[in-house]
């Protein structure tokens, strides 16, 4: 079946923009995660959501970052104001239930440039 | 705040060679701690994963250890072969109050054939 989808997979933008990364989940999944991958990094943890419960926003580096779930499916992952800092590899992941015996499957991701 | 540590950032084997790769948590309530490999272009899979009142797993090739006392977990890889080269990460999973995990910074790997 289809896994995480994520749009556009790459992404340049001009400091000061805002921009719009999103996240398809597999079907059915209720928990879903959005994670930074700067180069050479490991994966910094953003925010995770579960269901109808309140996301866990903790991961979140700023208030230029936010994200929202509609419909506790697709989710889109909102950068305000730009900055250079802020390219890297976002990554999304879902899976079944928010519990560790459900395994996180990952999109591809989507490479932001901004210059 | 939580932190993984990982080791090596590089590492290169010959092809039929044994591969280790080590991880440090701070968190002591850390009870699950999933493995990942990443190849080029693509989001990191799970490749395996031990819970805490487990010592080791191992799935054909793959092993993962688990020494709680010491807060460390490594990954071993055996006969490595050219398809086994990518980018490795540990991560553990967070008992804060929420399902958050905690990834260590991956290592590369690279198998010589």
């Known amino acids: 079946g289809a896994g995480v989808s994520q749009s556009p997979s790459n992404k340049v933008t001009e400091k000061g923009k805002d921009v719009e990364l999103r996240c398809d989940p597999i079907?059915?999944?209720?928990?879903l995660y959005w994670y930074r991958q700067s180069l050479g990094q490991g994966l910094e943890f953003l925010i995770y959501?579960?269901?109808?419960?309140?996301?866990?926003k903790s991961g979140l580096p700023s208030d230029r970052f936010s994200a929202e779930r509609t419909g506790g499916s697709v989710s889109t992952l909102t950068i305000q104001r730009t900055q250079q800092e802020d390219s890297a590899v976002y990554l999304c992941?879902?899976?079944?239930?928010?519990?560790?015996?459900?395994?996180?499957?990952f999109g591809p991701g989507t490479r932001l440039t901004v210059t | 705040g939580e932190n993984v540590e990982q080791h090596p950032s590089t590492l290169s084997v010959q092809e039929g060679d044994s591969a280790v790769i080590k991880c440090t948590y701070s968190?002591?309530?850390?009870?699950?701690f999933p493995w990942y490999k990443q190849e080029l272009g693509k989001g990191p899979q799970l490749i395996i994963d031990?819970?805490?009142?487990?010592g080791e797993k191992k799935d054909q090739r793959i092993a993962v250890t688990l020494n709680k006392t010491a807060k460390h977990f490594s990954l071993h890889i055996t006969e490595t072969q050219p398809e086994d080269s990518a980018v490795y990460f540990c991560?553990?999973?967070?008992?804060?109050?929420?399902?958050?995990?905690?990834f260590g910074t991956g290592t590369r790997l690279k198998v010589l054939a």
């Open positions: 079907s059915g999944h209720t928990a």
């Open positions: 992941a879902s899976s079944l239930l928010a519990g560790m015996a459900y395994e996180q499957y």
């Open positions: 031990i819970r805490s009142n487990v």
């Open positions: 968190d002591s309530a850390s009870n699950y």
């Open positions: 991560a553990a999973r967070s008992t804060s109050g929420t399902y958050k995990y905690i």
């Open positions: 959501f579960q269901g109808n419960s309140a996301p866990d």
